[in-house]
């Protein structure tokens, strides 16, 4: 007798389930150590049932990672509309992406640590990348147009994610032990990048 087909609402729910235990197994052991076999005993499935819905390890470990930067992508989103003022945009922005790190330690991971498949085999994750890297770089293009900051929005915005992205690597490492917090090195880091790359506006009110 043929397996009768699954509802719609039914292949989502089983894949969510199937990612948060993905999600958490590929943070804890990395992503080689992770077989669908040990996924389905998680679930309490048969070993073939995961394969009814990805078609393999890399997949599952493509759809964690878009569903992290999507998640990522809301939180940066919000960062940014939060206000219109270019500066109080880059401030949020940063502190958003700390926060995000601590409440989601596994899924930033994902997204930064572990590592990382070809996304271009994945269209979902590309645009989901891209998606997450759009409010940091609107942000400071935003700010250069306002004379904010000055130079070439593609290097200022790699320069604040890598100053920002190593600082919360330092946390998350467990580093900052010399007796700096983890907001006061933020707020530093935010100020100096910004000083760093002021524009003419900011000049202009010294």
């Known amino acids: 007798m043929p397996r009768p087909a699954l509802r719609t609402d039914e292949i989502e729910a089983f894949r969510e389930r199937l990612c948060d235990a993905a999600t958490r197994r590929f943070a804890e052991h990395g992503v080689e150590a992770v077989s669908l076999r040990g996924l389905a005993d998680d679930l309490g499935c048969s070993r073939a049932t995961p394969y ?98 000055a130079g070439d929005p593609d290097e200022i915005a790699h320069v604040f994610w890598g100053g920002v992205h190593g600082v919360v690597s330092l946390h998350l490492a467990g580093k900052l032990v010399f007796g700096r917090s983890l907001e006061t090195v933020l707020e530093s880091m935010l100020r100096t990048l910004s000083e760093g790359n002021r524009g003419p506006r900011e000049n202009h009110t010294e």
């Open 52 to 149: 009814r819905y990805f078609r393999g390890k890399d997949e599952i470990f493509a759809a964690v990672r878009s569903a992290a930067y999507n998640d990522f992508a809301v939180a940066q989103e919000a960062a940014r509309a939060s206000s219109p003022d270019p500066t109080a945009q880059l401030t949020a922005l940063g502190r958003a992406y700390i926060r995000f790190a601590l409440e989601r330690p596994d899924a930033y991971r994902l997204m930064f640590e572990l590592g990382q498949p070809d996304p271009d085999g994945y269209p979902e994750l590309r645009e989901a990348e891209l998606r997450a890297w759009a409010p940091l770089h609107g942000g400071v293009g935003a700010a250069v147009v306002a004379g904010v900051l």
